[in-house]
């Protein structure tokens, strides 16, 4: 257990988020299982018995599953590292408040609030943790989180309730006031404390420093009004579907069949490509896949794809989602994480962050993972082999356990094909799946017909 623990945190440190989402969720785990861990002490002197701690202890867990479950839902609004960060606070806070006042029904409502706080904080965290970190190092890190969650259990059990019985219950009078000073209150106020300073330490490090203030966020997001000035992808009227997969997976295939059917049902449809869709990715292309680049360095190549990217999002993918159309694109962001991120392992969270830039954040509304098996797909190929596709066996089965993970993180933004079926039932399901994230079809001459409307023509 200790040598688990020694290595997460050796590694626990790779990037300030990682290190800022650690030490948030432990400070906010560590919120509810001090209750647990002088609750009992606590009840004793609030005269609840047996019965108090059973509603204390029920009021933690039922917080906690309401956090995890409620929490980010409700409060989708609001950023997601700073929910993170406000959730530990919140549960910092709301133990304060029950050391500060020893009340039963006020601990109930403060312990249930502290574990709405927890589930926020630990749903959130594992997400980011899991985005943010690849493969054996997400295994450590998760492994040292469990660890150092267990030692933080072991210790509010144990030692908590000897400090508390160490300072022990006091009277203070001061005047006609009298204030009792419990020691498992005091318990609560210290660890009430320290997970406040965890809450600011982990927001230093996780919060991207938007240029709306946490503040004009959180009231933006109580009042329902947008925050900030609203981003452009979110008010863009087209829809943007690209098809993912490994070499020989069936994406051209398929872009060409869903093109077909959408034209059919009356959308503006733009297919297009990565790398190579504008003249300078064209070039691009041509460099990357070119044989005698062997031995280009990962990052060189992982910038390439993403300056691809980036003349491909602002020449073409954008000015048709701003028109309304459809836009279907053979390969995207992901395709980075999955070659250069799992296949050249590099880092993912990096490759994320660069690739966020490179496309001002520009995510698919719906992205098909055509998923095969690498033999298989590079079967159907034939001829001759480019840069990429020359890899070995090895790369190409890391790549697509890459898009794999990217799909399973992500569930309701994916759907994932068993490519080695019948053309014919890919193009079936992929349809299905379209169908419901389809705008209203616009007739060809609908602004014809609008501008024949007598109230618009007044
Ligand atoms: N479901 C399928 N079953 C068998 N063969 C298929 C299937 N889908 C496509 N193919 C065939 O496999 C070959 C590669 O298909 P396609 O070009 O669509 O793949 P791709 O994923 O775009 O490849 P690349 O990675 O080179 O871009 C083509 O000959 C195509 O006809
Ligand atoms: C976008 C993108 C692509 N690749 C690789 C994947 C393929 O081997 C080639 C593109 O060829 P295709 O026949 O058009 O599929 O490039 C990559 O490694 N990283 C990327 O971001």
Do not use: C
Request: proline share 4%; no cysteine.
């Amino acid at each position: 257990m200790l040598r688990t623990f020694w290595d997460g945190m050796r590694f626990a440190g790779i990037t300030p988020l990682v290190r800022g989402l650690l030490l948030g969720m432990l400070g906010a785990f560590a919120t509810s299982v001090v209750v647990i861990g002088v609750g009992r002490i606590l009840v004793d002197r609030l005269a609840a018995g047996n019965a108090g701690f059973g509603v204390l202890f029920a009021a933690v867990s039922a917080g906690m599953a309401l956090g995890a479950f409620v929490g980010p839902r409700v409060l989708r609004a609001l950023n997601r590292r700073r929910l993170f960060a406000l959730s530990v606070g919140v549960s910092g806070a709301a133990l304060l408040l029950t050391g500060l006042i020893p009340n039963m029904v006020l601990a109930a409502v403060l312990a249930s609030i502290t574990g709405v706080g927890v589930g926020i904080a630990w749903v959130i965290g594992t997400g980011l943790l899991a985005r943010e970190i690849e493969g054996d190092l997400r295994e450590r890190t998760l492994a040292f989180l469990h660890t150092a969650a267990r030692v933080l259990l072991l210790v509010s059990l144990t030692v908590a309730p000897l400090i508390a019985g160490l300072i022990g219950d006091h009277r203070l009078d001061v005047r006609d006031l009298g204030y009792d000073v419990l020691g498992a209150g005091a318990v609560l106020v210290l660890a009430g404390l320290t997970a406040l300073l965890l809450a600011v330490l982990s927001y230093r490090q996780v919060d991207e420093g938007s240029e709306v203030s946490l503040f004009a966020e959180l009231i933006a997001v109580l009042r329902g009004v947008p925050v900030g000035p609203e981003k452009e992808d979110e008010r863009l009227p087209g829809t943007f579907i690209v098809l993912e997969g490994g070499e020989g997976a069936g994406k051209s295939t398929q872009a060409r069949q869903l093109s077909i059917w959408l034209r059919d049902e009356g959308f503006e449809v733009v297919t297009t490509r990565e790398p190579g869709s504008t003249k300078l990715g064209m070039r691009l292309r041509a460099l990357l896949l070119d044989k005698d680049q062997t031995g280009m360095s990962p990052r060189a190549e992982a910038l390439l794809y993403g300056a691809d990217r980036a003349d491909h999002v602002s020449q073409v993918i954008l000015p048709a989602l701003r028109r309304g159309a459809i836009v279907i694109s053979d390969r995207y962001v992901d395709s980075t994480l999955a070659y250069q991120g799992a296949g050249r392992e590099l880092s993912v969270g990096e490759i994320r962050r660069i690739n966020e830039w490179a496309t001002d954040e520009l995510v698919p509304d719906l992205t098909v993972l055509l998923d095969v098996p690498p033999a298989s797909g590079l079967a159907r190929l034939g001829g001759t082999t480019d840069r990429i596709e020359s890899e070995s066996e090895d790369f190409h089965e890391r790549v697509r356990a890459g898009f794999r993970r990217l799909a399973e993180g992500e569930p309701e933004r994916y759907l994932v094909v068993d490519a080695q079926g019948a053309q014919e039932d890919i193009t079936r399901e992929i349809q299905r799946r379209v169908r419901p994230i389809l705008p209203d079809p616009v007739p060809q001459d609908a602004e014809a017909i609008t501008g024949m409307m007598p109230i618009i023509k007044e």
